[in-house]
């Protein structure tokens, strides 16, 4: 994910890379192709990049148990001043880097791996409103119906009032 910016004018260029998980090294969390879809403004003091990443990757929902594919989708922007001086305590951070003038390419890469998965959610459902797994029967409840659920409130109280009638 290379892009060779003094191969270019200044002003608006987009790129497109397309690669696989494999290829990142994020096939554990992730599946299938990377898309990078970016937007370069160049000038000759500094270059903007504008990235939407698209990542796909298998998710089992916390809540059914259910294993479903999904997109998951980020945007970053990396500025990157091109200066003369560039010192020691000119950090690259947060999207922002230091180019030297005779730097001639810029490595997408590391920000797509950072990107995708940061993309990762903490909670994963299949669906807004998933209903989730029977406590009872066990049945996915998006799928089938079961009657266990009205059930469900008293038997957790059963052994506590079983027990309370022995102490009486
Ligand atoms: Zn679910
Ligand atoms: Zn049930």
Known sequence: MLIKFNN???GIHPFTFETKVEE???QDNFIGKVLLNC????SSTQIVINCNLIVNAKQVCDRCLFEFE???KSNFKNIYFITHS????QEDDNGIYYLSPDDDKIDLTNDAI???VLTIP???LCKEDCKGICLVCGVNKN???CNCAIDTGSSVWEPLLKLKGKLN
């Open 8 to 10: 270019f004018k200044n």
């Open 24 to 26: 990142l090294g994020i």
């Open 39 to 42: 937007e370069m403004d160049k």
């Open 70 to 72: 999904t997109e998951f």
């Open 86 to 89: 560039k010192s020691d305590e």
């Open 114 to 116: 950072e990107n995708a």
């Open 122 to 124: 903490m909670k994963v």
């Open 143 to 145: 799928e089938t119906d």
